[in-house]
């Protein structure tokens, strides 16, 4: 599959920034999991829009993990594996901003946030499969 320089361009640097947001999740996930649970659903999304480019389509400005996923369409091989963090679409917001009673969001205990980011690195190896077996990825 050819691509276009500039789209090949933005489907790496998605996976840049993916790569440096789970290496600071890693980072603050024992310490600070609120920034870290942000950070969680920002690298979903940020691996889901590389595979959404590199399926040639524009994500646009949501930040919704459901709201993307369905551009890829209910057949796609990635599918499931990006609904799976639906959950997640919430911590944009979830747990930077005070809640509607006014008090801040409950976070996940530690040892299932830091399963939860095992997760996170398993789709990033699915994503970066997905990139280069259609040569529009090369992890270095």
Avoid at 19 to 45: G, H, K, M, N, T
Avoid at 56 to 61: F, H, N
Wanted: proline share 4%; aromatic share 8%.
């Amino acid at each position: 599959m050819s691509a276009h320089p500039h789209r090949l361009k933005r489907i790496r640097s998605f996976m840049v920034l993916a790569d440096d947001e789970l290496r600071a999740v890693r980072l603050l996930s024992r310490e600070v999991r609120r920034p870290a649970l942000f950070l969680a659903q920002q690298v979903v999304e940020k691996l889901l829009r590389a595979v959404i480019e590199a399926d040639d389509e524009r994500a646009g400005p949501t930040h919704n993990i459901r709201e993307l996923v369905a551009l890829l369409g209910a057949s796609h091989s990635l599918y499931d594996a990006f609904l799976d963090f639906d959950d997640l679409s919430s911590a944009s917001s979830r747990y930077r901003y005070p809640i509607a009673s006014g008090g801040l969001a409950d976070v996940p205990p530690e040892a299932d946030f830091l399963s939860r980011i095992v997760e996170i690195e398993n789709l990033q190896s699915k994503v970066t499969r997905f990139l280069e077996e259609r040569k529009l990825f090369a992890k270095d």
